[in-house]
Nanobody, 121 residues
């Protein structure tokens, strides 16, 4: 079984920075794309950033220039560095992994439990 565990959320003030990380576990051979989504109460879950297995990132327009996604394939870990945070960035941030290959098979669309990021004004 594959699991994703996020860490690093918390409370910061507007303009500050915060980094969140997500570790995948479960006898993993390789992972395809990984990414971060966010969901505020009463809203849909929206893409924040994704990164391919080869390290090519893509970002939602609202975070371009402020957030940076990266990954360490040897550690099965994806990171999200968030700079110049705004109150509207307040949300639960969910880690996502696709095409997770294990000896028992391939897992699609694996999600973490989420970590809360709160940005005060």
């Amino acid at each position: 079984q594959v699991q994703l565990e996020e860490s690093g959320g918390g409370l910061v003030q507007a303009g500050e920075s915060l980094s969140v990380s997500c570790v995948a576990s479960g006898n993993i051979l390789s992972i395809g794309a990984m990414g971060w989504y966010r969901q505020a109460p009463g809203t849909q879950r929206d893409l924040v950033a994704t990164i391919t297995g080869g390290g090519s990132p893509e970002y939602a327009d609202v975070v371009k220039g402020r957030f940076t996604i990266s990954r360490d394939n040897a550690k099965n870990t994806v990171y999200l560095q968030m700079n110049s945070l705004k109150p509207e960035d307040t949300s639960d941030y969910y880690c996502y992994a696709d095409s997770v290959i294990t000896p028992r098979g391939t897992y699609r669309a694996v999600w973490g439990q989420g970590t809360l990021v709160t940005v005060s004004s």
